[in-house]
C-alpha cells in the first residue's frame, strides 16, 4: 500500500507515536482516548475514509498498533465557516447588553471545529443571544476562553468588540480568578502550589505535558482540600489557562483526575469504596467560580455554578460510604 498524499492546506494533520501504556488497544479505541476532543463515531469515519495510516499503510478500527507505532491522521476541515444557530439547552446565568455568563453541560465542545460542526456551545448561543456580534472570528463569536468538552462549568462570552478586547486583557494579565472542583486520586493537601510549564507532548500532539522542551509558565493552586478515603475532593484556583491544565498539573503530582481517561484517571480495578466512580463518563472537573472585572462600569462580578448532577451523584455515594 502507498502512502497518502500531503493534506490540503485545509485540512488538519496530526501525527501520533502510539504510547507504550495504550499498546494492545483497538486503533479506534485508541485514537478515541488520545483525541480527547473527537468522538469514537467520528474517529471511525475517518478511518473508513482512509484518513488514518498506522506506518504508512490503511488500517481497519479494529487493527492493534504497536508500541511506538506512527499513526498520521488527517482531519478534514468543517465544509462551512459560520455555525448555525441550534436550539440547544443552555443554562445562561447571566446576560446583558454586554456579556453571557453561561454553565456549559458537560460534553458540548465550545466552539465549531472538524469533527464537531453541530451541537456546540457556540451553535446554541446563536440560537439564545441575539445580539451576538462576530467579534472573535466568524466560528467562534464572543468566545473569549474555553473549557475542555468533558469540563461543565462557568464560562463569560462577550457580546462586542470592546468588551471582547478587556475580557481578553484580564485573561492575559490574569485578573480574572477562576476555581475549579476536581475529585483526585490519594491525598493531597490544601495549599499546595504546583508551578510546572506546560507544553505540547511531542508523542501524542493532542496531549499536554509539563516535560515538554517547549513550554509556558503554568500555575495551579490547590486552596481546599475534602478527604474521601483513598481520594481527595479540590477546589483549584488557576493564575493561568494553559490547555488541559489542571488535568495535566494534578496527573505530574501523582494525584490524576478521576474519571480522566488521558492522564492516567481511570482504573480498570476498583475498590468497594470507591465503585462509585465507575459511574463518570468524563474527568470529575467542574468550573465552579469566575470573577472578573465588569467592562463597562469597572465593577467586580462572580459568579458560580453548582455542581451538576452526574458529579453530584458520585460523591454523594462517596460521603456516604
Not at 23 to 52: E, N, Y
Not at 111 to 125: D, E, Q
Not at 220 to 237: D, F, M, N, S
Not at 259 to 271: I, K
Amino acid at each position: 500500500m502507498t502512502e497518502t498524499a500531503e493534506p490540503a492546506a485545509s485540512e488538519d494533520r496530526i501525527e501520533i507515536r502510539v504510547p507504550e501504556e495504550h499498546a494492545g488497544a483497538r486503533l479506534d479505541h485508541l485514537l478515541a482516548t488520545l483525541l480527547p476532543d473527537r468522538s469514537r463515531a467520528f474517529v471511525q469515519r475517518l478511518i473508513k475514509a482512509d484518513r488514518v495510516r498506522v506506518d504508512g499503510a490503511s488500517a481497519k478500527p479494529s487493527a492493534i498498533p504497536r508500541a511506538g507505532a506512527r499513526i498520521v491522521v488527517t482531519i478534514p476541515t468543517p465544509a462551512s465557516p459560520r455555525p448555525d444557530p441550534e436550539a440547544l439547552d443552555l443554562d445562561i446565568v447571566h446576560q446583558d447588553a454586554d456579556l453571557v455568563v453561561v454553565n456549559k453541560p458537560p460534553g458540548m465542545v465550545v466552539h465549531p471545529a472538524a469533527g464537531h460542526a453541530r451541537g456546540t456551545l457556540v451553535n446554541a448561543l446563536l440560537h439564545h443571544v441575539h445580539d451576538l456580534s462576530g467579534i472573535g472570528g466568524e466560528e467562534r463569536p464572543g468566545i473569549v476562553h474555553r473549557l475542555d468538552k468533558g469540563t461543565s462549568g462557568l464560562m463569560v462570552v462577550a457580546k462586542h468588540d470592546r468588551a471582547h478586547q478587556e475580557l481578553s486583557r484580564q485573561f492575559r494579565d490574569r485578573e480574572i480568578d477562576k476555581e475549579y472542583v476536581a475529585l483526585v486520586w490519594g491525598k493531597v493537601q490544601a495549599g499546595r502550589r504546583i508551578d510546572l510549564p506546560i507544553g505540547r507532548d511531542r508523542v501524542a500532539r493532542q496531549r499536554m505535558t509539563t516535560r515538554a522542551r517547549r513550554a509556558r509558565t503554568a500555575v495551579t493552586r490547590i486552596v481546599k482540600a475534602e478527604p474521601l478515603e483513598g481520594l481527595t475532593l479540590v477546589h483549584v484556583a488557576i493564575a493561568t489557562g494553559r490547555t488541559h491544565q489542571i488535568r495535566v498539573h494534578l496527573a505530574a503530582i501523582g494525584h490524576a483526575v478521576v474519571g480522566d481517561a488521558v492522564y492516567g484517571g481511570t482504573r480498570r480495578r476498583l475498590t468497594p469504596q470507591h465503585r462509585a466512580v465507575a459511574q463518570l463518563t468524563r474527568p470529575f472537573l467542574h468550573a465552579s467560580r469566575l470573577a472578573f472585572t465588569h467592562p463597562r462600569d469597572a465593577r467586580r462580578v462572580e459568579f458560580h455554578a453548582p455542581m451538576p448532577d452526574d458529579l453530584e451523584r458520585v460523591l454523594e455515594t462517596l460521603r456516604r460510604r
